[in-house]
């Protein structure tokens, strides 16, 4: 009986071996399909996108000609209308962008376990009448540090500074906006250590991610220094503005006719309150914190999109030395290097509590059976 039992419980999980092979196979090759359709698509538009470009580089052009030959305009080494050139790469990497962020998601979407639809709060615990599935131990619960930071990368991206001193305002406020996200991590990493039930390897693993973000934050303290010395004229001209100094100004002069306007870090606003909210979480199960091990790599990437979002529109946009945006860069690689290491968390997390885990994914003689383990 027990030999049928045992042989009736493998051909089950190869069933199930099979099932999840098949489904992420699928998803896998409609990934690539959309990846590859993302890449036609973004080349499509960029080639699209091009043509008026050139033909407004060429009218700029000419004009630029015929009013310097007309002692109209100086004589200078730069060329007319060269931003029109920039039209078809900044269209072709928005909707590259746009359409791998869709298939990204659709993946997600369809690797992704059932989810519950009863989900913790912050400083709530799991109700008890909630059951699990068994086929992944805390994957059916949301990670409250990636809701937060989700919400961090899709507020920044609606974020258009005004002027270059709100500019300023994001580099300054770029360790700042990283140190909130690094105490989150470091809170979770006291709590492993001091309040879970949990191996003390995985409180010295968070505690890695943690120094490798600190170690970001710490990077990131350089961008406003060397903003500020490489643009010491430009600042100068707006926070201390000689007898009318708009009329340097490349284009009109101000409505209001104001010159310093000094604005508050919006990247630090929306990071603060990663580390509020965290300060008050207290998950009541260890599913709860197993989504927690397992939602950082996607958080910490939530973050990086938010710094590479700065340094591409630095790059594009805005008119700073190159050094700017590769120290923005080197910040980026560092938040990437943290995500890297955080990917080790849930699977280290599996093995050090494989036979905690193993009484929830594949409790004997049921779970009223197997929770009659349960500690008082």
């Known amino acids: ?67 310097r030959w007309l002692r109209l305009a100086p004589r200078t080494g730069r060329a007319w209308g060269d931003r029109f050139l920039a039209w078809g790469p900044r269209a072709a990497r928005a909707v590259h962008r746009w359409l791998m962020r869709r298939a990204k998601e659709k993946f997600t979407e369809a690797t992704r376990p059932d989810v519950a639809t009863v989900f913790p709060q912050p400083g709530r615990s799991l109700p008890a009448s909630l059951t699990f ?66 191996d003390a390897k995985m409180a010295d693993l968070v505690a890695q991610v943690y120094a490798l973000i600190h170690q970001a934050a710490q990077k ?50 929306v990071c603060q309150d990663i580390a509020h909210v965290y300060a008050r979480y207290e998950p009541g199960h260890m599913r709860e914190v197993a989504a927690e091990f397992e939602g950082i790599p996607d958080g910490i990437e939530n973050v990086a999109a938010a710094v590479d979002l700065l340094q591409v529109r630095s790059n594009d946009r805005y008119p700073v030395e190159k050094a700017v945006v590769d120290a923005i860069a080197e910040v980026h690689t560092l938040l990437m290097q943290a995500a890297s290491a955080a990917q080790e968390l849930m699977p280290s997390f599996r093995r050090l509590h494989a036979p905690d885990i193993s009484r929830h994914e594949a409790p004997r003689n049921g779970e009223e059976g197997e929770a009659m383990w349960d500690a008082p």
């Open 1 to 67: 009986m027990a030999r049928s039992s045992a042989v009736q419980g493998l051909r089950e999980r190869i069933r199930t071996a099979r099932r999840w092979l098949a489904r992420n196979g699928l998803a896998m090759a409609a990934y690539l399909a959309r990846s590859a359709g993302a890449k036609l698509a973004a080349g499509t538009v960029g080639v699209l996108a091009a043509v008026p470009g050139l033909l407004f580089k060429g009218l700029a052009a000419t004009c630029g000609v015929v009013l």
């Open 133 to 198: 599935p068994n086929d992944h131990f805390g994957g059916d619960l949301v990670s409250v540090f990636k809701t937060e930071t989700e919400a961090v990368r899709e507020a920044y991206a609606r974020y258009e500074p005004p002027m270059m001193l709100a500019v300023a305002a994001e580099y300054w406020g770029l360790p700042e906006g990283l140190t909130s996200t690094a105490e989150a991590v470091r809170q979770l990493a006291v709590n492993t250590a001091e309040k879970y039930p949990a």
């Open 220 to 269: 990131a303290g350089e961008v406003g220094p060397l903003f500020a010395k490489l643009h010491e004229h430009d600042l100068k001209r707006l926070e201390e503005p000689r007898n009318n100094e708009h009329m340097w100004n490349i284009l009109e002069r101000r409505q209001d006719g104001s010159y310093s306007q000094h604005q508050p870090s919006h990247f630090v606003a």
